[in-house]
């Protein structure tokens, strides 16, 4: 732990600290910093790649405008929106060492699939659709969003049941700026997570589109 808090200050990133610092792997890091230290571990993160390709595309569902962007590896970007250029421009914020596509049906077949899939989950409320997701972010913030990836329709928790799940029930802050952080709108359904007392909380994409969410589920 002393060699990696070290190496922590001194590097240029945690995924560098891992091998150095004698962790076999990143979840080790997690338990021990958690432990250790008696807060969600910061250290590691998955880096964006610069000059990775990003292609992206818009469709019109019951939310609203919605943008889904995706690289080689999967979905790394679902947001809603009023029009298009914002959208772009919080995409190219998400990933800025990125280079950016815009892909027609015809040119990412792939992409144009997933969208229309989850697409049809909104407009007609059936489940959401297990699509293959390239998630960014610390290893806690992954930790938490792998447990509601785990949640059923219908299901919610607090921020402090989902801090508590992921083995430190002291990092309901930590949860709740992991559901604020999250890039993937629905496919990972952090609108699942409410507050203590069971009112709707915080929602990146606006309290309507999360009520809309729950109510829908709900009815299923």
């Not at 049941?161 to 992921?166: E, I």
Request: with cysteine; charged share 25%.
């Amino acid at each position: 732990m002393e060699r990696f808090r070290y190496i922590s200050r001194t590097g240029d990133g945690a995924t560098d600290t891992v091998s150095p610092s004698g962790f076999g792997a990143s979840d080790r890091v997690c338990e021990e910093t958690s432990s250790s230290i008696g807060s969600p571990p910061k250290c590691y993160k998955v880096a964006d790649v610069a000059g990775e390709t990003i292609a992206y595309t818009c469709r019109h569902t019951a939310l609203g405008l919605m943008m889904m962007a995706a690289t080689e590896k999967g979905i790394c970007f679902v947001q809603f929106g009023d029009d298009q250029a914002p959208l772009i421009t919080q995409l190219k914020k998400e990933f800025p060492k990125a280079v950016f596509s815009a892909s027609p049906p015809e040119k990412a077949p792939r992409l144009n699939n997933w969208i229309k899939a989850l697409k049809q989950s909104i407009n007609q409320n059936t489940p959401i659709p297990d699509l293959p997701l390239d998630m960014r972010g610390t290893a806690f913030q992954i930790k938490l969003w792998q447990f509601l990836l785990d949640t059923s329709a219908g299901e919610v928790m607090s921020y402090s049941d989902l801090a508590t799940r992921a083995g430190n029930p002291k990092a309901f802050r930590a949860a709740a700026s992991a559901c604020a952080k999250n890039r993937i709108s629905v496919l990972i359904p952090c609108h699942r997570v409410l507050k203590g007392d069971g009112s709707l909380g915080g929602y990146r994409w606006g309290l309507k589109r999360k009520q809309a969410l729950l109510d829908a589920e709900r009815h299923d």
